[in-house]
């Protein structure tokens, strides 16, 4: 069974950065194109940032130029580097793995001053 864990989320001001982590168990993490989604309050999940096999990339256009995705196959771990964050990006930030469809439990991520 696949474990999908989030960590690093938390209160920041606005201009702040957090960096998101996403251990994953269980899967071949290395062939699966993996995602990151964020849920508003009173909002559907929203696609962030995916990162494929390859290592190519793709973002939301909200979060073009501010937010970037990587991956360390040997940990089987993906990252989401928040850089410049606004009021808007709060939100609880969820993991996916689409080769096994599985979600992590998601992790809060508030920006307030």
């Known amino acids: 069974q696949v474990q999908l864990v989030e960590s690093g989320g938390g209160l920041v001001q606005p201009g702040g950065s957090l960096r998101l982590s996403c251990a994953a168990s269980?899967?071949?993490?290395?062939?699966?194109?993996m995602d990151w989604y964020r849920q508003a309050p009173g909002k559907q999940r929203e696609l962030v940032a995916l990162?494929?096999?390859?290592?190519?990339?793709n973002y939301a256009d909200s979060v073009k130029g501010r937010f970037t995705i990587s991956r360390d196959n040997a940990k089987s771990t993906v990252y989401l580097q928040m850089n410049s964050l606004k009021p808007e990006d709060t939100a609880v930030y969820y993991c996916?793995?689409?080769?096994?469809?599985?979600w992590g439990q998601g992790t809060q991520v508030t920006i307030s001053s």
């Open positions: 990162i494929r096999s390859g290592g190519s990339t």
């Open positions: 269980g899967s071949i993490f290395s062939i699966s194109t």
């Open positions: 996916h793995d689409r080769y096994t469809s599985s």
